[in-house]
């Protein structure tokens, strides 16, 4: 079984710039979250997808949205970018129909470096 | 707001030695579920164990086991014969029930030597 899987692997862009950061998750999951890890912050909720849902948002500016396909997968979208959007982008995903604390599945993230 | 507290910052043990790391969290909720990830240099984020709330009986995964204490709100990893593919950074992690998103604490670097 695929696990979740996440392009690209390594994103450069520069400030001011958008960027669009993919992830499929495992067959069978409906619940995709995103988190981001940056360094010295540690790990931070960003969103949470369910159904084609935004479901929860983390503690970030507008300018980070996203995005759940009928096919479950989901982009996150970074729009004009800042120097301390640099940081691993992780996506899991998960069963939302299976019952409470169904736990989250990880990618191998994407690496967003801003210039 | 939950937080999650882990104090030891990094660890290095030899090869087939017991290690614990320790896990604190902060919640006023009654339901919700701990986790423990591991996430190798290779930074793939792999669930290690996972505990509800609820269940008195520790977790346990092969080699890998829990120490929950619910009233000290402590959660703490044993991982027993250590082995060279265990060196990674450990993350804590909690689920409050309904919010769907982890709270992680800010990991500890453990190396296994030879």
């Known amino acids: 079984e695929a696990g979740v899987t996440q392009s690209p692997t390594h994103l450069i862009k520069t400030r001011g710039q958008q960027a669009t950061l993919r992830c499929s998750p495992i067959s069978g999951h409906t619940s995709v979250y995103w988190y981001q890890q940056a360094l010295g912050l540690g790990l931070q909720f960003l969103l949470w997808?369910?159904?084609?849902?935004?479901?929860n948002r983390g503690n970030f500016p507008p300018r980070f949205s996203g995005r759940q396909f009928p096919n479950y997968s989901s982009e996150l979208n970074v729009n004009a970018l800042e120097l301390e959007d640099s940081a691993l982008y992780l996506c899991a995903s998960s069963f939302r129909d299976r019952g409470p604390g169904q736990p989250q599945h990880f990618g191998d993230g994407t690496r967003l470096s801003i210039l | 707001a939950q937080t999650v507290t882990q104090s030891q910052p990094e660890m290095s043990v030899q090869e087939a030695e017991t290690v614990t790391l320790s896990c604190t969290y902060d919640?006023?909720?009654?339901?919700?579920?701990l986790f423990w990830y591991k996430q190798p240099p290779s930074r793939q984020m792999i669930l290690v164990i996972r505990?509800?709330?609820?269940?008195?009986q520790n977790a346990t995964e092969n080699r890998f086991s829990v120490n929950f204490q619910k009233a000290a709100k402590s959660f703490s990893l044993k991982i027993s014969d250590s082995q060279l593919g265990d060196t990674a950074m450990y993350f804590c992690a909690f689920l409050l029930e309904g919010a769907q998103k982890l709270v992680f604490g800010q990991g500890t670097r453990l190396t296994i030597n030879p």
């Open positions: 997808y369910d159904e084609g849902e935004e479901r």
């Open positions: 505990q509800e709330a609820y269940k008195q």
């Open positions: 919640t006023s909720e009654s339901n919700y579920y």
